[in-house]
């Protein structure tokens, strides 16, 4: 049986096998990104694939907090717009 990697949520403090998560990276230039394919260098954080953790990450802040950098509304509509779909 294969192990399957666990990640924990940075909004919710839950844990989730991996490909549930997205990740969001600070990279070493300071430019945050979405990482979908979980192998960018730099400093990550994962949030739960739901609307509802991304509308609670907004306005807790736990991804700033998280990457210790301010996140681009960008990276926000991205996110959104990627969970749509």
């Known amino acids: 049986m294969k192990k399957?990697?666990?990640?924990?949520?940075?909004?919710?403090?839950?844990?989730?096998?991996k490909k549930e998560l997205v990740r969001i990276v600070r990279t070493p230039e300071d430019t945050i990104?979405?990482?979908?394919?979980?192998?960018?260098?730099?400093?990550?954080?994962?949030?739960?694939?739901s609307m509802e953790?991304?509308?609670?990450?907004?306005?807790?802040?736990a991804l700033e907090r998280a990457l210790e950098a301010p996140i681009p509304q960008e990276i926000y509509d991205e996110l959104e717009a990627m969970l749509r779909a």
């Open 33 to 49: 990104e979405i990482d979908l394919k979980g192998k960018r260098n730099g400093h990550g954080a994962y949030i739960q694939k």
């Open 4 to 17: 399957i990697p666990m990640r924990k949520c940075v909004v919710t403090n839950e844990r989730f096998p």
């Open 53 to 61: 953790t991304l509308e609670k990450a907004k306005r807790s802040k």
